[in-house]
């Protein structure tokens, strides 16, 4: 080997060496590396001043030691004063009971976000769920059936007059985008979901790593909703960035 060949190999095994010293080396943190905490530029924390209850109790909701408490009485929402269009969002979240029901709403239809398909939802909009993974069972000792049409780990899907084109895995209905990984901890545990909506598709991200999405929303503007569906639940940490 040459003096020109034995200096090139030198520096690839510097370079490889370099390589696996930096795979080897341990992370900062525990979380996935697609974790974000929706700090930095661009990023706004969403408060009081930013929501409007829509149909719910005047104590259905209330802002305390910087988090959003629901009591989960009466079914319903409570929805931005803004509309946003493209954006990412984060929040932190925690069922207080069993069986727990709730979820975050984006694009909820502007001029009809105050007529409901049914009692407590909007007319329209994508809905980024958050289940307890004790309303399985609970489904099934009132129902008597499966549930086998819903997931408790983030499913994503259109509600009302709204459309969406969920990514697989399906429901077994095809309406629904399933999580590809169950990654959301159970009652009383904080979970963290970045959700990231642009030109009609969304995206969520449970507890650091993407589970579910969809695309070709109709429509793809409008009001974000946190919904209030029987049960006390806790969020915090709710900050969004809009984007272009």
């Known amino acids: 080997m040459n003096i020109a060949s034995k200096i090139t190999a030198a520096f690839a095994l510097s370079f490889l060496s370099l390589g696996l010293a930096i795979a080897e080396e341990p992370a900062s943190s525990t979380l996935p590396k697609a974790f974000i905490d929706g700090q930095g530029d661009g990023w706004r924390a969403l408060g009081e001043a930013d929501f409007q209850n829509v149909n719910c109790f005047d104590d259905t909701w209330s802002f305390n030691d910087g988090g959003i408490q629901c009591t989960g009485k009466p079914v319903g929402v409570m929805r931005t004063k803004q509309e946003f269009t493209n954006f990412e969002l984060v929040v932190e979240w925690k069922h207080l009971k069993s069986a727990g029901n709730s979820g975050v ?49 983030g499913d994503i899907f259109p509600v009302g007059k709204s459309k969406l084109t969920p990514f697989p895995p399906l429901s077994p209905n095809g309406a629904r985008s399933f999580p590809s990984k169950e990654l959301s901890k159970g ?44 049960s006390p639940i806790e969020f915090r940490n709710l900050r969004i960035r809009e984007l272009p």
Do not use: M
């Open 187 to 230: 009652v009383g545990e904080w979970n963290h979901y970045y959700v990231r909506a642009i030109n009609g598709e969304v995206r969520l991200w449970v507890n650091g790593e993407e589970v579910s999405g969809g695309k070709d929303a109709v429509p793809a503007t409008g009001y974000l909703c946190l919904e209030s569906e029987g």
């Open 105 to 153: 709403f984006v694009w909820t239809i502007p001029a009809e976000v105050e007529k409901l398909t049914k009692p407590g939802l909007p007319a329209g909009g994508i809905e980024v769920q958050i289940l307890d993974h004790g309303y399985k069972d609970a489904y099934k000792k009132s129902s008597g059936k499966e549930g086998d049409w819903f997931s408790t780990n």
